[in-house]
């Protein structure tokens, strides 16, 4: 298998902003600016003179402003952007977009003697500006595919990039562990980026030479608008399940977000998966919604909740179907069948889990789309390949990661309900099909100042899963973390007196910090079961308040792995240690 490279070190905001920008801009004159918002129907109210110099850059928060910026001062949660207005002039920008909200703020700081911009939507505008000062003209490249979903888009990112790059294709990356461009790669802070980064990027890749870029994009992009002023040549949806219900108050808001990604204005064609998730709710409704022309993906054996798809809608025929999945090696083979023409697709993926040849049919078909679908006969040359060879063996870093086996220890970013079904269920389907029947042991926690409400639910089905329950800190950031690991644990104590109450035991414990817990794991696991260390993935700090932690579960997990071994070896050599 072959392992793609992790993220460097984390980069401070502006070192990574930084990162982002291209080499060379040329500057963007004042007036060309507002005919640019004019197009676009932000038409803008102009305060104070013109600026003496075009502009070479737009940033979106005073910190990483250079000198040459338009500083975009947008009305916060917290903050409204123009009461930072006068540090982001103080390290050089040339001229402040804003609302009216933000042009009283900098009157009565008496910062409105600079050139300010006042439109009515500033997170619009600030798209179209940025696409407007980086020179991204629609046509201009690189070609965009977005990935969009619950889970799954990291993994679909990753698996489709590779498959670009065996077609002999420049791919770019942007999304949750890393940005790519060409040979360049800078760790990510977000999934996806505020949209000044966004179009600073797609002039790097051009710079690079990057002809298709793939991009997750998280519903918090679509409602804050990061990707105004991009277009998709085609845009892939996975799942829908429950997260994020802090930003979107219900399932219906996060579709209607989700959706937003589908509009005819947005992408040239969708790809939706019908049938991910707890099944084909979501995704119908997804491809009913979508303006853009849509290609379905049903994923048949794949799927998680087998034969919903029919009970739901007995009409439906999807475009694309995987019609057999057998395993290969930890993964599984898979065909594709298209029902139009009658032609197979064959594939094979590396990655353990149902869910993850999901992720690779979803992967080759927006790559099709992407190249056009002439190239069928080339897709599948580099796709028909033995497990373990070929682009979806591609491994992700922190996906389903196996760092051991004896006890078999993978490591996953499975985060949220579905998250953690999938990967449990997946852990333990490939133990069976290799014949491991022992227990399985699961150590994980939740995120604070996010939805609250999958805590107890995480519990719940840890317990459903697991033979032995590990509750400990994922990240706080804000909150105190003790009373997180207590909605988790209540989800937890609940299930396990049922699951008692039918007479199976399941072991929950709560264990602080995290590194111990993954220690007791390992402590109480026997050779034949299974471990599964759920929720950090690739990461690499956990936050406490602002404390930023290392913490690398991977690195934990192995550790202790080798602790176990050595122990075993110095006690049947008679406590002598081997010198070598
Ligand atoms: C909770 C949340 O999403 N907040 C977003 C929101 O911030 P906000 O409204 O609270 O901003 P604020 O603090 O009131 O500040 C207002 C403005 O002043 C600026 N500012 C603030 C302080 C300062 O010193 N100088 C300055 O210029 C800020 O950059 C901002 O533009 O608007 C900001 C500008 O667009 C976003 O950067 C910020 O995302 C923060 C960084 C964030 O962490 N978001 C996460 C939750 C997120 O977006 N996650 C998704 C994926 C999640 C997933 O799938 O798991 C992602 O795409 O990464
Ligand atoms: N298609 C899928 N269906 C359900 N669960 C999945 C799927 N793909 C991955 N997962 C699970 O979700 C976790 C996150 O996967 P991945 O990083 O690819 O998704 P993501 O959408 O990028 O998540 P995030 O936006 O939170 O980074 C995996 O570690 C795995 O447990």
């Known amino acids: 298998m072959t392992q793609t490279p992790g993220p460097e070190a984390p980069l401070s905001p502006a070192e990574q902003d930084g990162a982002f920008r291209p080499a060379h801009v040329d500057p963007l004159p004042w007036d060309a600016l507002l005919s640019a918002l004019e197009t676009a129907g932000q038409p803008a109210r102009v305060h104070g003179e013109a600026p003496a110099a075009g502009l070479t850059g737009a940033a979106l928060d005073s910190r990483v402003v250079r000198p040459g910026d338009l500083y975009i001062a ?33 009157a009565e700081a008496g910062r409105d003697a600079v050139p300010v911009l006042d439109v009515e939507s500033v997170r619009t505008a600030a798209g179209v500006a940025a696409a407007a000062v980086y020179g991204r003209g629609l046509d201009a490249g690189p070609r965009l595919v ?53 179009h600073a990027l797609m002039a790097l890749m051009r710079e690079e030479g990057v002809d298709t870029t793939v991009m997750e994009v998280s519903s918090h992009a679509v409602s804050y608008r990061r990707i105004a002023g991009l277009r998709y040549a085609v845009a892939g949806f996975t799942n829908l399940t429950q997260d994020h219900l802090d930003l979107h108050g219900s399932m219906d808001e996060y579709f209607a977000a989700k959706a937003g990604l589908f509009d005819a204005d947005r992408t040239d064609r969708a790809v939706i998966t019908v049938d991910g998730g ?3 709710r979501w995704g119908l409704a997804m ?52 029902a139009a023409s009658g032609r197979v697709l064959r594939a094979s993926v590396g990655l353990p889990g149902r869910f993850n040849a999901a992720n690779a049919a979803l992967a080759a078909l927006l790559v099709l789309h992407a190249v056009g679908e002439d190239q069928l006969d080339a897709l599948e040359a580099v796709l028909d390949v033995p497990a373990g060879e070929g682009p979806f063996a591609a491994a992700v870093p922190g996906r389903m990661e196996v760092v051991g086996r004896e006890p078999d220890a993978v490591v996953d970013f499975a985060h949220n309900p579905d998250g953690m079904v999938q990967a449990l269920t997946s852990l333990s389907d490939a133990r069976a099909a290799g014949g491991r029947t022992g227990r399985t042991l699961i150590v994980f926690g939740a995120t604070g100042d996010r939805d609250v409400t999958k805590r107890p639910l995480m519990g719940r089905i840890a317990v459903d899963h697991a033979d032995v329950v590990i509750v400990t800190d994922d990240t ?25 109450a039918e007479g199976r035991t399941v072991l929950v414990e709560e264990v602080v ?49 080798a602790k176990r071994a050595t122990g075993r070896s110095q006690a049947s050599s008679g406590g002598k240690v081997d010198p070598s």
């Open 476 to 500: 706080p950031h804000s909150e105190d973390p003790a009373p997180i690991r207590g909605d988790v644990l209540a989800g937890a104590r609940e299930q396990a007196s049922r699951a008692a």
């Open 146 to 198: 977005g990935v969009t979903g619950t889970n799954g888009k990291t993994t679909t990112s990753f698996l489709a990039a590779a498959l670009l790059e065996a077609l002999g294709h420049r791919s770019g990356i942007i999304g949750t562990i890393l940005t790519r461009a060409g040979e360049r790669t800078v760790p990510s802070t977000l999934t996806t980026p505020e949209s000044t980064q966004l």
């Open 287 to 338: 491809a009913r919604a979508a303006q853009a022309p849509v290609t379905t993906l049903a994923l048949g054996p794949a799927a998680p909740v087998p034969g919903a798809l029919a009970e739901e809608d007995p009409d439906f025929r999807a475009d694309w179907a995987i019609t057999e999945l057998t395993p290969d090696g930890l993964g599984h083979r898979f065909t594709l069948h298209h």
């Open 278 to 280: 707890e099944g084909p």
């Open 74 to 106: 947008l009305p916060g949660a917290r903050a409204h952007g123009a009461a930072f207005a006068g540090a982001a002039l103080d390290a050089g920008a040339r001229a402040v977009l804003t609302d009216a909200a933000g042009v009283r703020l900098l």
């Open 513 to 561: 910090p995290r590194a111990a817990a993954i220690r007791r794991a390992v402590e109480l696991a026997g050779d034949a079961d299974g471990i599964l260390v759920a929720g950090r993935g690739h990461e690499t700090e956990q936050d406490f308040d602002g404390v930023a932690v290392p913490l690398d579960d991977r690195v934990e997990l192995r550790s202790a792995l």
